[in-house]
């Protein structure tokens, strides 16, 4: 339990009122319990509000290095389909590259029609 000693005159006038409010309800017992279930409520709410910050960082966390995978997938599949292109364009036909990269052929013939 802290003490603080606090002088009114310490403080501009118009806070003066304020502070000698608060001195008062301090020296009434049932106000003090009162303030302190009001300090551990507050503290508990800030917990909270710090838990829940801490889980949002870590879900938009997860989310950027979800949306980091799937822009390599999407990088890699364009790198192995201009190497079909290429493939293609060098006179290996459709059916071996296929058959080589084990791919549908239907899907090697539809990169050759672009």
Known sequence: ???????????PAKFQPIIRRLKQAVEVKEVRDVMEIEDDFVKEINEYENRVNKQTHLLEEAQRQKEIALRNQEEERRQKEDAILLLL????????IAEQLNLPLAYVESLNKR
């Open 1 to 11: 339990m802290h003490i603080l000693n606090v002088k009114e005159q310490d403080f």
């Open 89 to 96: 364009q060098n006179g290996i036909s459709a059916e071996r």
